[in-house]
């Protein structure tokens, strides 16, 4: 079983709609969360990290349950510019980070 | 936020040369970095983790004598693929946390490697 799995999607959305994606995590004892952006041919970039309250950047919002181990993300009022693969990641208590496989999302005009 | 750097950016080598990558945190020290792989449509995996000034881990199935890693100091890290092959062919990235931003983790833009 992968430590994080993800939809892969793709979600094809139209601009201005909302989207919203999960990922699970086998590993209990993952002490931190986090979502990372990833444009084609590119470098992850950290989006937001995810707190056990649930926790909001523009229109982005993240939630994390951990008693289910899964964590969302939520997009509202999609831009073109949103348009990318979407990495859940999960840290153990050594650094090390493990990867979902991604969530494509295409915002159309 | 903090820089981390990759070189070359991308590489096309022959079947059997050895290719080596360069990664380096430029405004931070890091005593660990970590080396990623991704091929296409799929997920970064861990491939291992550069100890400064102690040997590397590996992941389970990762070949240490294929892939080199050497931490010198504490802003440098390389990746040597040895007797590279074409399945070798893939995008490497590394990453450093950054203790004093509570250990966020900082990609370099990543190596494309093409083995002919």
């Known amino acids: 079983r992968k430590e994080v799995e993800q939809d892969p999607g793709p979600f094809n959305v139209p601009e201005g709609a909302t989207v919203a994606f999960n990922c699970t995590y086998s590993?209990?004892?993952?002490?931190?969360f986090f979502w990372y952006r990833q444009d084609c041919r590119k470098e992850p970039k950290l989006l937001m990290s995810?707190?056990?309250s649930g926790n909001e950047d523009g229109r982005f919002t993240a939630q994390l349950n951990r008693a289910s181990q899964y964590i969302s993300l939520l997009i509202r009022d999609s831009k073109l510019s949103d348009s990318a693969t979407y990495l859940c990641v999960v840290k153990s208590n050594d650094y090390k980070l493990s990867f979902g496989a991604g969530t494509t999302v295409t915002v159309r005009a | 936020g903090a820089v981390v750097s990759q070189h070359p950016s991308w590489v096309i080598c022959k079947s059997g040369t050895s290719v080596k990558i360069e990664c380096r945190s430029l405004d931070f020290q890091a005593t660990t970095m970590f080396w990623y792989r991704q091929f296409p449509k799929q997920s970064l995996m861990l491939m291992a983790t550069s100890n400064e000034g102690s040997k590397a881990t590996y992941e389970q199935g990762v070949e240490k004598d294929k892939f080199l890693i050497n931490h010198a100091s504490l802003t440098l890290s390389t990746l040597t693929v040895t007797s590279a092959h074409p399945e070798d062919s893939s995008f490497y990235i590394c990453s450093a946390p950054e203790v004093a931003a509570g250990d966020t983790q900082y990609f370099g833009p990543g190596t494309r490697l093409t083995v002919l």
């Open positions: 995810v707190y056990s």
């Open positions: 590993n209990s004892a993952s002490q931190s």
